[in-house]
T-cell receptor
Framework: AQSVTQLDSQVPVFEEAPVELRCNYSSSVSVYLFWYVQYPNQGLQLLLKYLSGSTLVKGINGFEAEFNKSQTSFHLRKPSVHISDTAEYFCAVSDQGTSYDKVIFGPGTSLSVIP | DTGVSQDPRHKITKRGQNVTFRCDPISEHNRLYWYRQTLGQGPEFLTYFQNEAQLEKSRLLSDRFSAERPKGSFSTLEIQRTEQGDSAMYLC?????????????FGEGSRLTVL
């Protein structure tokens, strides 16, 4: 069974500073990896995903993530954050071998952007 | 609005009462998922439908929980004899399936408070 670890439960960062949100996963099979974002009082939405190919994937709002198979990591980065990036960020994994998209989520990282 | 809709958005009930939540997925999506989210945690998978067939139920889903998707369109999640531990946000998501792997579209959730 897959599992996801997000090492930082809360990350405060000043506006226009860079940020990295860490994610590690465990799985005995090949996986797809995702980052979802949940803005206050809104539903979760997909930020970016890694399915195959290039290990550096770009998502919406200037975010990117890099898949590192040897370290089983999928860290999320943004070079310069904005106040509007304040949200809860969830790393997630899905088994490539299943016939449907059972997505397993990590506990989340709360990003607070300080003006 | 053609997104995933959930009703009611908030439900307060007394312990021992039954509650039912409804989810209307995006119309062309054949896959529907229920998740549960508690404060400070990521969404936990509860169950999954492919059209009207319920293909997996999590061990988290006790016998007091039942979900249906009678015509492969909307879905209901019923909790019988509610307990205080059932207090959580219940999230519904839908997807087109493997064509867009892992891209779940979430509703805003139904928040349950059991007194």
């Amino acid at each position: 069974a897959q599992s996801v670890t997000q090492l930082d439960s809360q990350v405060p960062v000043f506006e226009e500073a860079p940020v990295e949100l860490r994610c590690n996963y465990s799985s005995s099979v090949s996986v797809y990896l995702f980052w979802y974002v949940q803005y206050p009082n809104q539903g979760l939405q997909l930020l970016l995903k890694y399915l195959s190919g290039s290990t550096l994937v770009k998502g919406i709002n200037g975010f990117e993530a890099e898949f590192n198979k040897s370290q089983t990591s999928f860290h999320l980065r943004k070079p310069s954050v904005h106040i509007s990036d304040t949200a809860e960020y969830f790393c997630a994994v899905s088994d490539q071998g299943t016939s449907y998209d059972k997505v397993i989520f990590g506990p989340g990282t709360s990003l607070s952007v300080i003006p | 609005d053609t997104g995933v809709s959930q009703d009611p958005r908030h439900k307060i009930t007394k312990r021992g009462q039954n509650v039912t939540f409804r989810c209307d997925p995006i119309s062309e999506h054949n896959r529907l998922y229920w998740y549960r989210q508690t404060l400070g945690q990521g969404p936990e998978f509860l169950t999954y439908f492919q059209n009207e067939a319920q293909l997996e139920k999590s061990r988290l889903l006790s016998d007091r929980f039942s979900a249906e998707r009678p015509k492969g369109s909307f879905s209901t999640l019923e909790i019988q004899r509610t307990e205080q531990g059932d207090s959580a946000m219940y999230l519904c998501a839908s997807s087109l399936g493997r064509m867009v792997a892992g891209e779940l579209f979430f509703g805003e959730g139904s928040r349950l408070t059991v007194l």
